[in-house]
């Protein structure tokens, strides 16, 4: 199942040229991140920071199309794997049905204390991450 976030493209995102910087690109991956935990998994980051984090640790993107101002971005966000403390994310973004940028990323759990390390995911987020793994009904 596939979690869908909008993106409209705004001038603070862009250069001069109106295309958007790519790192606000990742910022925008981001977002979607955190939407999908508030809305899709009812775990909104205020709440989960409070005693876990979810940093990333790989980043894979490619850029297809420049994203430029004005245009309305569909990020769609699969999880395509699940480990016991880590989250793949595949992200793809599109305007129009064209392909602008696709990312890779892997999250870890991890607790908010020192020494942050990773640690399995909560059963009720994992069964809610399960239901939305890539290829389930």
């Excluded at 001038?11 to 910087?21: A, E, H, L, Q, W």
């Excluded at 980051?45 to 980043?59: D, Q, W, Y």
């Excluded at 395509?80 to 595949?90: A, F, Q, V």
């Amino acid at each position: 199942m596939s979690y869908q976030y909008h993106q409209k493209v705004l001038f603070k995102y862009c250069d001069p040229d109106g295309f958007v910087f790519y790192p606000r690109l990742i910022e925008m991956v981001n977002d979607t991140v955190e939407g999908f935990f508030a809305e899709a998994l009812n775990w909104p980051f205020e709440e989960m920071l409070k005693s876990a984090g979810v940093p990333t640790v790989r980043l894979e993107v490619d850029f297809t199309a420049p994203a430029i101002h004005g245009e309305e971005l569909v990020i769609a966000l699969e999880v395509i794997r699940l480990g016991n403390t880590s989250l793949e994310l595949h992200h793809t973004a599109t305007c129009n049905n064209a392909p602008r940028f696709d990312v890779r990323q892997t999250l870890v759990h991890i607790c908010a204390t020192p020494p942050r390390q990773a640690t399995p995911w909560p059963e009720a987020i994992r069964t809610r991450l399960e239901s939305h793994l890539k290829g389930s009904p």
